[in-house]
């Protein structure tokens, strides 16, 4: 029972509990629906203006999916030369680290004015947002394997091939899995901003659309439907992750 | 030939602050198919003889050789298991899978034969696990665990086993039960053990010859020849007063040295 409340009715429970608030709570309070509108109140707008909203989700869904591929991919890669090669290492994890410290909202600009107006500025703003902190979780990941399993594979003769396939790699997927949870929400971020600055398309557009025009359904349509992505790119990754680390 | 020759052999780690000597003067015979155990304090370097001869560490000075060639050969030749303290399991594999981890390592991706198949069953067999095989790490106690990573050192059917403390984690039960079958292992196939232990009690009962290594300095301090106490395969009562008094004698050996 005890179990049953912790595992099911309170997670259920406290969301809930909230939403009812908003419901009925804020408009008691006198809040105006244009500033903040009521659940049933976003939820006909999604209902109602459905093409909409799903012509702009498309856009978002697949900038933020090229961008964590690509962002993570790139990142995985250079982590490799990075821990394969200390000379170029040093040379340039500087700058990646340099890189990392302009802010994203300062990096969107110039990507665009690259890049032009098109899907490809979105995907490389969230594949950059992405990128960092897989770098660094997976170069350590890549180098935690330990002594004693280093010496393992020595005493076996093993070739770098082997290292690398059957001890560095696998050891580094817990530690690589656990940041593309974080670069799920990352990389729709990335996207959003991305269309802020310059996009009459995709969520990131119409949340700017919206607020420009006091469309207030809108604009927490649209927010509702980014958190949805988010989530659902989590779970994917978190389902993978239950595939490929079985054994944990 | 014997199994491992040593000869002012000086052992320990190069640091940039020069070498740091940790058994110095090694003069050691081993013979081929011997049961050494190996007694010493905390430190004095028990784990790092073994390292040496299984290649993972180089000499400071003199000469070792295994089976008559340069470690480096005999490990090259699989001709050496190791079991370590932690039983070095690779968690993502399954016990099938880590005990065939080395002819995956040694024959590249033309994959796991019937034959390696049917001597991973029984490996597990004789080592009194029999239907681990899908398990992974995790779902196995300590004692289950040090078995199979004993299994995989058997594996590739090394002609040297050695074995740094690989039962200290265990309770007494399983430790007595785990090494009556290590003793039935080697009876079976005859391979040179060194075996690393803190339990002067596990050092008799397993030992043709107990060597006690002492620190500050570190050397050799005794090498006790227990065949004498022992039938001619290698066993004894626990409570066979020739072997209580040994006990006794080795415990005032290694309270001198720690
Ligand atoms: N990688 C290393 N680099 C430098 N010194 C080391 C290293 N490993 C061990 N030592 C030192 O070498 C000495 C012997 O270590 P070793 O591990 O062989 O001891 P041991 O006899 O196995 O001890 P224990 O019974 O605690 O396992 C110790 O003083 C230790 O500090
Ligand atoms: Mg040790």
């Known amino acids: 029972m005890n179990s049953l409340l ?5 997670p259920v429970f406290g969301p809930l509990s909230i939403i009812l608030a908003w419901q009925y709570l804020v408009p008691i309070a006198g809040i105006p629906p244009y500033i903040l509108p009521t659940p049933t109140g976003i939820a006909g707008a999604l209902a109602n203006q459905w093409p909409l909203f799903a012509d702009n989700v498309w856009t978002t869904v697949i900038e933020a999916i090229a961008g964590f591929l690509i962002g993570n991919l790139a990142a995985v890669l250079m982590a490799v030369v990075f821990v394969y090669s200390a000379p170029i290492r040093a040379a340039y994890f500087p700058v990646v680290l340099f890189f990392n410290t302009i802010p994203v909202l300062a990096l969107a600009p110039i990507i ?9 500025p979105k995907i490389i703003v969230a594949a950059v947002i992405c990128f960092f902190p897989t770098l660094v979780n997976m170069i350590r990941g890549l180098d935690s394997a330990s002594s004693n399993e280093r010496e393992l594979l020595h005493i076996l003769s093993a070739t770098p091939w082997d290292n690398f396939w059957r001890l560095r790699l696998p050891r580094s997927l817990p530690m690589l899995f656990s940041s593309l949870r974080i670069a799920t929400a990352t990389a729709v971020i990335g ?34 439907l980014s958190s949805g992505l988010s989530i659902a790119l989590f779970l994917i990754v978190v389902a993978v992750e239950k595939l490929v680390l079985r054994h944990e | 030939m014997n199994a491992i020759e ?17 058994l110095s003067g090694v003069d050691l015979s081993i013979a081929d198919g011997e049961f050494l155990t190996i007694l010493g304090p905390s430190g004095c370097g028990k784990s790092t003889l073994l390292r040496v001869v299984a290649d993972l560490l180089e000499p400071l000075a003199g000469d070792i050789s295994v089976l008559g060639e340069d470690p480096s050969v005999i490990r090259s030749r699989r001709q050496v298991g190791f079991v370590f303290q932690e039983s070095t399991l690779l968690p993502w594999r399954t016990v099938e ?18 034959s390696d198949r049917k001597r991973v069953k029984d490996l597990l067999e004789m080592l009194g696990i029999a239907g681990l095989e899908k398990r992974y790490p995790k779902q196995l106690s300590g004692g289950q665990r040090q078995r199979v990573a004993i299994a995989r050192a058997l594996f590739s059917e090394p ?15 399983t430790r007595d039960r785990l090494n009556e079958e290590l003793l039935d292992v080697w009876r079976r196939t005859g391979t040179t053990i060194l075996f690393v232990t803190h339990s002067i009690m596990e050092a008799v009962y397993l030992g043709q010859r107990v060597m006690v290594l002492g620190a500050n300095p570190g050397r050799v301090m005794a090498l006790r020849d227990l065949k004498g106490q022992k039938t001619p395969d290698n066993r004894c009562a626990r409570e066979d007063p020739a072997i209580v008094n040994l006990m006794s004698e080795l415990r005032k050996t290694l309270e001198q040295v720690s």
């Open chain 2, 159 to 173: 002609r040297i086993l050695l074995m740094d403390e690989p039962f200290g984690a265990l309770d007494e039960i």
């Open chain 1, 191 to 224: 996207a959003i901003v991305g269309e802020w600055i310059g996009s009459d398309k995709g969520l990131g557009a119409l949340i700017i659309q919206a607020t420009y025009n006091y469309q207030s359904d809108r604009l927490y349509g649209a927010i509702v």
């Open chain 2, 97 to 114: 899978a880590n005990i065939e981890l080395p002819v995956q390592v040694g024959r590249g991706r033309t994959g796991v034969r019937d």
């Open chain 2, 6 to 22: 040593t000869k002012a052999l000086n052992i320990g780690y190069r640091g940039p602050k020069g070498d740091q000597t940790v």
């Open chain 1, 112 to 120: 665009i004015l690259i890049f032009g107006l098109g899907l490809t």
């Open chain 1, 6 to 10: 912790r595992s099911v009715i309170a």
